[in-house]
C-alpha cells in the first residue's frame, strides 16, 4: 500500500541578522525507509518536530520530496496528487475539511459530489457512519455549533465517504475526552479489521497506538528509529519485567533466584521485583514467591509504551554522542 | 444585505452627485458622456461592484498563511476551478441582492439610457459574467500569493486602493487623457468592469469588448492555474 525508500524533505529556513539574510538548511525527513501492507495498522510515533507532519504531507502528495522515492497505492502522490486524493483518506486532528457554517449532512453531500460517489454507495456508507458513530442527531447540525468531539466524528465519516483504501490520521484523538477518544478508537479498529482499511495515525497518545495498531513506528530528528510489533520493541528496548507484590503482612521482600532488583514500598507491605524476561518466567517467579510468603495480591507489570519510547530516544541519543 | 444595499445606494447617490456637478461644468457632456449616461455608468458600476466582487475577503489568503490550505489541497479537484464554480454561485444570488437592486434604483429615479437594442441586454450580462470571471482571477491570484509572501494584505491593500481606479470605477475610463487610455485598455483591468458598462451604454463594439474580456479571462485563468502548480511544487505549506 504504501512504499517509502530513502525518503529525505530539507527546508531552508532564514536567520536575518539586520538587514542580511542568511539561510541554513534543516532536515525534517532524513532518509526514511519503510513499506506499509494493505490491511495493516500503524502508529507513526515521535516527539513534535520529528519529522511526522512532514512525512504526512510527502505521502499525500501536498509537499514534494527533495529526494527519495515514494508510492502510494501504486501511484507517486505528488504528481498524481489528485488522483491519490480520490483513493485515500486524510484526517487532520487539528484542521477541518468541512464547511464550518453548513449542517453536517451538507458538507457530506458536497464531499459526494467532489469525490463523485454513487447515490447508492454514498447512502450505503453514511448510514453505517452515522450508526457506529452516532450522528443521527447531529446530521442537521450547522459544524460549528459541534463540540470537538462531535466534530471529528463528522471528520472520519467526511474521509470514509468515499470509501478509501488507505486512511491518514495525523493525531485523530488530540483534544478529546476519554469517551470520545474510545469511542473513535473502537470505530477505527472495526474498520480495520472488517473493512480491511489499512491505518497510518501519527499520536502522542499512546493509547491510541496500545489499542489500535500491531505495529509500531518510532520516528525522531528525521530517522526511523525503530519498526517492528509493539511487543517486540518492548523486549528489545527493555528487557526488564516487574512482578509487583502485596503482602498480607508488612515484612522483607522475598529472596528469589532470577530477581535482579527490589524496591519496597508502604512500609513492606509493597514488593517490586524486576527480573529479566529472557531468564525468568513469570510463573517461575511466582511459584517461588508463594513458597516463602503470604500474598495478598499480585501483577505482572509490562514497561510503559511511554518507557519504551523513552528509553529509545535515550539510545539513539547515546549513540548520536558515541559518534 | 439591507446594510450592504443601503451603503452602495448611498455611495451611488454621491459618485452621482459629483459626476453630474463635474458634467454641468463642462457643458453637459465629456467625452462620450451626458448626463444620462453618466447616471447609468453609476448605477451598474454600484451594481457590478457587488457583483463581480472587486474587493474579496482575502480568505484562501488566510488558509494558506494558517495551513489550513492543505485540506483544500488534497482534495480530487481542480482547487481553482472548485473555486470559480463557487464564485460563480455567489454571483448568482449577488446578482439579485446586488446588481439587480441599484440599476432598478437608477433606472426609476434618474435619467437613465437604455440599451439602444435588444441584444445589449443580453450580451450585457454576459460580459458582467466574465467580468466576475476576471475579478475571480485576480483575487485568486493576490490570495495565493501568500504561499510566498505568507502576510499579503500588503498586496491586498494596493489592490483595494488602486483596482478602481484601473477598472474605471473611479471615473470612466474615457475621462482619462489619451495616453493613459490607451495604456489602460492594454491591461486586464477595463474588462473588469468598464467593458459591461460599455456594452450597456453602446460605447464601443460590443463583440469586440466581449472578446477582449473572454481573453482576459483566459490568461489570467492560465496564469493562476501556472502560478498554484508552482506554489504547491516548490513552496512551502505552513504548520505542522
New interface residues.
Given amino acids: 500500500m504504501i512504499e517509502v525508500r530513502e525518503l529525505r524533505r530539507e527546508?531552508k529556513v532564514a536567520t536575518s541578522k539586520g538587514l542580511r539574510r542568511n539561510y541554513k538548511t534543516v532536515t525534517a525527513v532524513d532518509g526514511v525507509t519503510f513499506e506499509v501492507q494493505a490491511g495493516e495498522a500503524v502508529g507513526y510515533v515521535g516527539p513534535?518536530?520529528a519529522g511526522k507532519?512532514t512525512t504526512i504531507?510527502m505521502l499525500?502528495?501536498?509537499?514534494?520530496p527533495t529526494s527519495g522515492h515514494i508510492t502510494v497505492d501504486g501511484v507517486d502522490p505528488?504528481r498524481q496528487?489528485?488522483?491519490l486524493?480520490?483513493r485515500i483518506g486524510?484526517v487532520?486532528g487539528?484542521?477541518?475539511?468541512l464547511w464550518w457554517d453548513l449542517p453536517l449532512r451538507d458538507s457530506f453531500d458536497l464531499l459526494r459530489s467532489?469525490?463523485r460517489v454513487s447515490a447508492e454507495d454514498y447512502r450505503k456508507r453514511l448510514d453505517e457512519c452515522v450508526e457506529l458513530l452516532g450522528l443521527q442527531e447531529l446530521l442537521i447540525t450547522p459544524v460549528r455549533q459541534l463540540s470537538l468531539g462531535q466534530r471529528m466524528r463528522g471528520e472520519i465519516t467526511a474521509a470514509l465517504l468515499h470509501a478509501p483504501e488507505l486512511l491518514v490520521l495525523d493525531e485523530p484523538t488530540i483534544g478529546l475526552d476519554l469517551e470520545s477518544k474510545e469511542r473513535l478508537r473502537e470505530f477505527l479498529a472495526d474498520i480495520n479489521t472488517r473493512r480491511g482499511t489499512t491505518l497510518l495515525l501519527t499520536t502522542h497518545d499512546l493509547d491510541d497506538i496500545e489499542r489500535l495498531c500491531p505495529r509500531l513506528m518510532v520516528i525522531d530528528h528525521g530517522r526511523v528509529l525503530a519498526d517492528g510489533p509493539l511487543d517486540e520493541l518492548r523486549a528489545e528496548v527493555t528487557p526488564d519485567r516487574e512482578l509487583v507484590i502485596d503482602l498480607r503482612e508488612p515484612g522483607p521482600a522475598p529472596d528469589v533466584p532470577g530477581v535482579t532488583a527490589v524496591r519496597s514500598e508502604a512500609n513492606g507491605l509493597r514488593h517490586h521485583l524486576t527480573f529479566r524476561r529472557a531468564e525468568t518466567t513469570a510463573a517461575q517467579l511466582i511459584t517461588q514467591v508463594v513458597r516463602q510468603v503470604e500474598v495478598h495480591d499480585l501483577a505482572v507489570v509490562e514497561p510503559e509504551i511511554d518507557d519504551v519510547i523513552r528509553k529509545l530516544y535515550q539510545r539513539q541519543l547515546d549513540q548520536d554522542v558515541r559518534r | 444585505m439591507l446594510a450592504g444595499m443601503t451603503t452602495n445606494v448611498v455611495f451611488g447617490l454621491l459618485r452621482v452627485a459629483i459626476l453630474v456637478a463635474a458634467l454641468k461644468a463642462a457643458n453637459g457632456e465629456i467625452a462620450d458622456y451626458t448626463v444620462a449616461a453618466a447616471n447609468t455608468y453609476v448605477w451598474i458600476g454600484q451594481g457590478l461592484l457587488g457583483f463581480i466582487l472587486l474587493w474579496g475577503t482575502n480568505e484562501l489568503a488566510e488558509r494558506v498563511r494558517s495551513?489550513?490550505v492543505?485540506?483544500d489541497?488534497?482534495?480530487?479537484?481542480?482547487l481553482q476551478g472548485?473555486l470559480l464554480a463557487e464564485d460563480v454561485g455567489r454571483g448568482g444570488y449577488a446578482f439579485l441582492t446586488r446588481l439587480a437592486p441599484p440599476m432598478v434604483f437608477g433606472m426609476l429615479l434618474f435619467p437613465f439610457q437604455f440599451p439602444a437594442t435588444a441584444v445589449q441586454w443580453p450580451l450585457f450580462l454576459v460580459s458582467a459574467l466574465i467580468a466576475l470571471v476576471i475579478s475571480f482571477g485576480f483575487r485568486f491570484l493576490i490570495d495565493i500569493s501568500s504561499f510566498w509572501l505568507i502576510d499579503n494584505r500588503g498586496l491586498y491593500g494596493f489592490w483595494n486602493v488602486s483596482s478602481g481606479l484601473l477598472c474605471g470605477l473611479t471615473v470612466p475610463i474615457s475621462f482619462f487623457p489619451e495616453w493613459a487610455r490607451e495604456v489602460l485598455w492594454l491591461t486586464p483591468f477595463p474588462a473588469v468592469l468598464q467593458a459591461p458598462i460599455d456594452v450597456f451604454l453602446g460605447h464601443g463594439d460590443p463583440v469586440k469588448l466581449l472578446l477582449l474580456q473572454a481573453f482576459w479571462a483566459v490568461v489570467i485563468l492560465a496564469i493562476g492555474h501556472l502560478t498554484l502548480q508552482r506554489a504547491?511544487?516548490?513552496v512551502?505549506?505552513q504548520?505542522?
Fill in positions: 527546508f513534535n518536530g507532519s504531507k499525500t502528495g501536498i509537499l514534494v505528488s496528487r489528485r488522483d486524493a480520490k486524510v487532520f487539528q484542521r477541518s475539511q467532489i469525490y | 495551513g489550513d492543505v485540506v489541497l488534497y482534495r480530487p479537484w481542480n472548485a504547491v511544487r516548490k512551502v505549506v504548520g505542522g
